[in-house]
């Protein structure tokens, strides 16, 4: 089964300089996630089904309506860096 990005503190856009939360003002990192999540904006844009390791494979969750620009929460990263 393909991985998928964790929805954690390194990947939010709320992050600062020095693990910092601009949220809530306290030094986090990859154990922590909270409701005020938002995927940071680049790695948001190259989230897709051409992005998604899954598309057009027998795992993907909706082949049938999988397509350039389309997204669902299955998505997972081609590379594990990515
Ligand atoms: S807003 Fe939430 S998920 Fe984002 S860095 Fe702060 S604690 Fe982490
Ligand atoms: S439909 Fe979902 S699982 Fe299938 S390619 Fe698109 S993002 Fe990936």
Known sequence: MAIRLAN???N???LMDGNICAIHKVMVNTHYTCDNF???A???DER???TCSR???SDCANPDKAAP???CAAWAPQQANA
Request: hydrophobic share 30%; with cysteine.
């Open 48 to 50: 897709n089904c051409v």
């Open 42 to 44: 680049k790695l948001n």
């Open 12 to 14: 939010c856009d709320n």
């Open 38 to 40: 938002e995927m940071k």
């Open 55 to 57: 598309y057009q494979e």
């Open 8 to 10: 954690n503190c390194i």
């Open 69 to 71: 620009g389309m997204l």
